[in-house]
């Protein structure tokens, strides 16, 4: 069974920056693409990251230049350092592959940007 363990969340003040993590276990993850997504209230879950076993990169237009996915294989984790955080960056953040599966999804990590 495949388990993904999202953290890091938590409030910043709009600028600041987090790093999420995501624990991934009951998965072949090193032959995965993986990807961040996050849903804010009364939006649709949205792609903001994937990254590729090669360590390709992809990102939403809302998060370019200022979010980096990247993973370590070796600890099946996969990160998302965001900075210069934005209030409409509010969100709960999920991990998952990409393309996700539906039977993949954990609890996610809550980020709250406000003053």
């Known amino acids: 069974q495949v388990h993904l363990v999202e953290s890091g969340g938590g409030l910043v003040q709009p600028g600041g920056s987090l790093r999420l993590s995501c624990a991934a276990s009951?998965?072949?993850?090193?032959?995965?693409?993986m990807g961040w997504y996050r849903q804010a209230p009364g939006k649709q879950r949205e792609l903001v990251a994937r990254?590729?076993?090669?360590?390709?990169?992809l990102y939403a237009d809302s998060v370019k230049g200022r979010f980096t996915i990247s993973r370590d294989n070796a600890k099946n984790t996969v990160y998302l350092q965001m900075n210069s955080l934005k209030p409409e960056d509010t969100a709960v953040y999920y991990c998952?592959?990409?393309?996700?599966?539906?039977?993949?999804w954990g609890q996610g990590t809550q980020v709250t940007v406000s003053s």
């Open positions: 998952n592959r990409f393309p996700f599966n539906t039977d993949y």
């Open positions: 009951g998965m072949a993850f090193s032959i995965n693409v």
């Open positions: 990254i590729r076993v090669s360590g390709d990169t």
